[in-house]
Every structure is written in structure tokens, then in C-alpha cells.
């Protein structure tokens, strides 16, 4: 079992919908849970962190983390074409230095 | 300006010639990373610095090294290129305080023939 997983997609949904990615990881110290959007060719870039459970929003952007079921996941509302990127899942154990990465999905919003 | 540069940004070079990565940052942040991007494998982590003296190797070490030359400053080298050290290199960095985020350079793109 990989420490973190994502589905790889893509998964595709029109333009103004609701896209829904998800990230699962083993590890049940995990502490820190960052969502990273990145381009194709292009570096990862930081959407949004989350270390507690429950729900966090920024603008379009909703991360969600259950401790207990070990899950989180990223909303993005009103979906737009250059939303069209792959999202990594990274997760942090409490007192280490090491990120893990998921592989990403690949999400493709369609006009 | 860019808060983490590297430099070269692409570079294609020759088997067993021996090739130096540079990352710099502006953020003041005490811990730099360098992973490599392979498709369908993720980011790895190749090696850490937690300071200037503080350098550990992480989970690909092997054939590359490191060198912290300022706080904003850590170096990767390619001793004997390969051509399976082909990937996109990417520098990171992050605050030494409590929880906190890794912000990435813009990458480098090494293909090795």
C-alpha cells in the first residue's frame, strides 16, 4: 500500500462545476496535509495547507481532512479551463522532516 | 523577483560528465530540499539541509551530492551523469518553525544522453 494515494484520472468535468479530488494515506500520525496544484512542465505550487479536521476555505478553493477515516480532499467550485492541472496530495508526520507526495491527479476542465 | 531560483533551468548533457544544480532563496528559510520528478513516480526526495551544518540524504542519494553553501544557497551534483538521472529537478524550501509549507523553485529540466 503506498503511504499516499490519488486516483492519477483525469478527471474531467465541465466548466463551472464542482471537481472533487481526494487523497487517502496510511499513515495514522500524519499531522500536516498540503494540497499542491501543478502545471504540466511546470513546478508544484501551494494551494492550500490543513491540520485539523473539518473544513477549510479559501476563495474557490475547500480542503477537507478526516483523521479518522485518513482522508483528505480538495473542492474547487465554479471549475474554470486553466483550473486544468494536476493536484498532488503531500502529508507531513509530526516531528519529521519528510513530505510525502501522492502521484496526483491529472483534472481536466472542460469549456 | 523569484523567492527560489534555479539555475540552469534546462540542460542536456553527456553520460559521465558531471553536472552542478543551483538553488537560491529569498524567503530566509532554514530547510532547503531537492527532489527529482519522474512521470508516474512522483516527487522523491533526493537530499535535506536543515541548516548549513546539517545535511542528510534522503530516500535516492545515490550518485548525486550536496552542498549548503549559505543559508540561501544548496547545490546538487551529478558526480557521473546517467541516463536515468533524466527528470525534472525540482529545489525546495520551508520554514524550521512548528508545522509549515515547502515552496518550490521553478525546476530543471536534465536530460542525460
Known amino acids: 500500500q503506498k503511504e499516499v494515494e490519488q486516483n492519477s484520472g483525469p478527471l474531467s468535468v465541465p466548466e463551472g462545476a464542482i471537481a472533487s479530488l481526494n487523497c487517502t494515506y496510511s499513515?495514522?500520525?500524519?499531522?500536516?496535509f498540503f494540497w499542491y496544484r501543478q502545471y504540466s512542465g511546470k513546478s508544484p505550487e501551494l494551494i492550500m495547507s490543513?491540520?485539523?479536521?473539518g473544513d477549510k476555505e479559501d476563495g474557490r478553493f475547500t480542503a477537507q481532512l478526516n483523521k479518522a477515516s485518513q482522508y483528505v480532499s480538495l473542492l474547487i467550485r465554479d471549475s474554470q479551463p486553466s483550473d486544468s492541472a494536476t493536484y498532488l496530495c503531500?502529508?507531513?508526520?509530526?516531528?519529521?522532516?519528510?513530505?510525502?507526495f501522492g502521484t496526483g491527479t491529472r483534472l481536466k476542465v472542460l469549456a | 523577483d523569484a523567492d527560489v531560483t534555479q539555475t540552469p533551468r534546462n540542460r542536456i548533457t553527456k553520460t559521465g560528465k558531471r553536472i552542478m544544480l543551483e538553488c537560491s532563496q529569498t524567503?530566509?528559510?532554514?530547510?532547503m530540499y531537492w527532489y527529482r520528478q519522474d512521470p508516474g513516480l512522483g516527487l522523491r526526495l533526493i537530499y535535506y539541509?536543515?541548516?548549513?551544518?546539517?545535511?542528510n540524504k534522503g530516500e535516492i542519494s545515490d550518485g548525486y551530492s550536496v552542498s549548503r553553501q549559505a543559508q540561501a544557497k544548496f547545490s546538487l551534483s551529478l558526480e557521473s551523469a546517467i541516463p536515468n538521472q533524466t527528470a525534472l529537478y525540482f529545489c525546495?524550501?520551508?520554514?524550521?518553525?512548528?508545522?509549515?509549507?515547502?515552496?518550490f523553485g521553478p525546476g530543471t529540466r536534465l536530460t542525460v544522453t
Open positions: 499513515d495514522r500520525v500524519s499531522q500536516s
Open positions: 539541509s536543515f541548516d548549513v551544518k546539517d545535511i
Open positions: 525546495a524550501t520551508q520554514r524550521g518553525q512548528g508545522r509549515s509549507e515547502q515552496y
Open positions: 524567503k530566509g528559510h532554514d530547510r
Open positions: 503531500a502529508v507531513n508526520h509530526r516531528g519529521t522532516y519528510k513530505y510525502i
Open positions: 490543513i491540520y485539523s479536521n
